[in-house]
Nanobody, 127 residues
């Protein structure tokens, strides 16, 4: 069982930066693929970024590519999501997700592919 706890959300201005953190419990964190998703009011949860357990592989949704970075620190059991040049359309609840993976460079982009979810952290970008 893995428990995930997100932090770092808040109210920011258009153009600001923000770093979200997700701390995980469990002794096998290094063998999990991780992802960040977001859900805006009235919309479905969508993938924004993922990272394999090898750390060398990552993938981003078009909506954030070029202004976001996902990273992980296996020693701290934590995954990070740095977003720059935030826009009002980035406003959403952000969730981290995890699943065990036997392949280090595979990125999972669908919600159904993940087994564990955090409770979410609200990010609001004002114009």
């Amino acid at each position: 069982q893995v428990q995930l706890v997100e932090s770092g959300g808040g109210l920011v201005q258009d153009g600001d930066s923000l770093r979200l953190s997700c701390a995980a419990s469990g002794r096998t964190f290094s063998s999990y693929s991780l992802g960040w998703f977001r859900q805006a009011p009235g919309k479905e949860r969508e993938f924004v970024a993922g990272i394999g357990w090898s750390s060398g592989s990552s993938y981003y949704a078009d909506s954030v590519r070029g202004r976001a970075t996902i990273s992980r620190d296996n020693a701290k059991n934590t995954v990070y999501f740095q977003m720059n040049s935030l826009k009002p359309e980035d406003t959403a609840v952000y969730y981290c997700a995890a699943r065990r993976s036997t392949t280090g460079n595979v990125i999972y982009v669908y919600t159904r592919e993940y087994d564990y979810w955090g409770q979410g952290t609200q990010v609001t970008v004002s114009s």
